[in-house]
């Protein structure tokens, strides 16, 4: 008789424990958005139209290199804008991506880290259906003037070379899958960045 019994509560604690957990990673679509981005970059135009934007004066950039460290940085700050329920490029804490970069290992040119809250590197979006929704809705940029999301991802520069000699990028997507802790359905965090 203590089989059942120590099976029905394993059952109980193992659906505890998997209900208290908000979100978890999707490699598949962080993955399939890093190959559109770097389709983009091969051919702005072509995918401008597909989403209705002028890229036409978009220069082709080169391909981006999938970089681990910088891929589990964006996944764990994904993971935690799920897990805490907000949406920004700093932490709670108040930390930016560019710290959070150095802190996993990668090395930054000493100007980016000298303020704890700067974001240099990360472009983030919230509620995308899917890896390649969360391109194109951070190409379009809609709610920001500067068009900041498009520069970096495309590497498009405003006169000082920056965004175009970036040459890392690691993304995270995350799924949410209790709908009464996070706001949105999902979190993405993408890091274009060079080491020093």
Known sequence: MQHPIFLFLYCIFYSVCTLS???????VEARKAFELINCVRDNPSLYGK????????????KALFWNTTLAKVAEKKALDMANRN??????????????????????????????KNANYFE????GAK??????????ADENTPSLGHRKHLLGIDNGTPFNSELTDIGIG????????????????SVIIAMKK
């Open 123 to 126: 472009s983030i979006v919230a």
């Open 86 to 115: 907000y949406f920004s490029h700093t932490t709670p804490e108040g930390k930016g991506i560019n710290i959070l970069i150095h802190e996993a290992g990668y090395s930054l040119p000493k100007e980016s880290i000298k303020k």
């Open 50 to 61: 597909k989403i209705n934007i002028d890229l036409k004066n978009v220069k082709k950039q």
């Open 21 to 27: 957990q908000t979100a978890k990673p999707d490699t």
């Open 173 to 188: 997507y995350v799924r949410c899958f209790n709908e009464n802790k996070c706001k949105y359905e999902t979190y993405v």
């Open 130 to 139: 899917n890896g390649e929704d969360a391109v194109f809705l951070l190409i």
